[in-house]
């Protein structure tokens, strides 16, 4: 879509008019001023395509238009992954549409800048008022102009300031577009994918499950053999001591019947 070549007057009172249509709020721009206004949105939503989409409705309400898209597709192509749209709007309704827009989504960063181009303005006016009056008078010479050579050399003149002044009107004709249509470059994310959870094969995760109910069931056996042992240590040791004294004592008593024995024989 070409932008239009309108002048700074008319398209800020069309603009003025969309925004009351569109429940948006026009505001005034410094006096005398030319600023070219850009700003770039970046949200982030559920459903990237209607975003953009009520995105284009609203700038369009507003009296603009969509200078440029671009898409970038999810791998499955099934759903646009993110959204770069530029939209072209009326300067008196920049900063309300700007707002509108970073109202669609959750908004990652913003940014916005203001450029006052006011002296260059003036001073391509002043350079074409110029031309026009070089070109004019060289016109007048060109009829007085007595010999061939003498035309010419003035019709030579002529051509050089049709050329400049073609150039001078091509960019008056651009800051013109430019403070009269703010830029605003806006991105739509969609949401982040889900966590890829990785599932084993069905074998190796009857081996791991199995190896992990074993490895309980083996703590649980050695802290009740641990629990049973505790248990029973305080009364091992008398018993121990008691039957060594036992042991001891047999073996005494065995002692003192072989030598009572050895006198009978």
Do not use: C
């Amino acid at each position: 879509m070409h932008e239009p070549a309108a002048v700074p007057g008319p398209v800020r009172a069309a603009g003025s008019g969309a925004a009351r249509r569109a429940g948006l709020t026009a505001l005034p721009l410094p006096g005398g001023q030319a600023v070219i206004f850009t700003a770039t949105l970046s949200l982030r939503a559920a459903n990237v395509q209607a975003t953009v989409a009520r995105a284009t409705r609203l700038a369009e309400a507003a009296g603009g238009y969509v200078s440029g898209e671009h898409a970038t597709m999810t791998q499955s192509r099934h759903a646009k992954a993110m959204v770069s749209i530029q939209f072209k709007v009326p300067a008196a309704v920049y900063q309300p549409t700007l707002g509108a827009l970073g109202a669609l989504g959750t908004k990652r960063s913003e940014t916005q800048q203001a450029q006052d181009v006011t002296g260059m303005v003036a001073d391509v006016n002043s350079r074409v008022t110029s031309a026009e009056a070089a070109i004019a008078q060289l016109r007048r010479l060109l009829t007085r102009a007595g010999t061939v050579s003498g035309l010419l050399n003035v019709q030579e003149q002529i051509n050089a300031e049709e050329a400049t002044l073609e150039a001078l009107q091509s960019q008056q004709r651009a800051l013109a577009r430019e403070t009269s249509y703010a830029t605003i470059t806006m991105m739509v994310i969609g949401p982040p994918p889900p966590a890829h959870r990785h599932h084993p094969h069905p074998a190796v995760a009857g081996f791991l499950g199995g190896l992990v109910a074993g490895w309980r069931a083996l703590r649980v056996v050695v802290a009740v053999l641990l629990t049973a042992a505790g248990a029973v240590l305080p009364f091992a040791i008398p018993l121990a001591l008691l039957a060594l004294a036992a042991l001891a004592a047999r073996r005494w008593l065995g002692r003192r019947r072989s030598a009572s024995a050895r006198p009978a024989d």
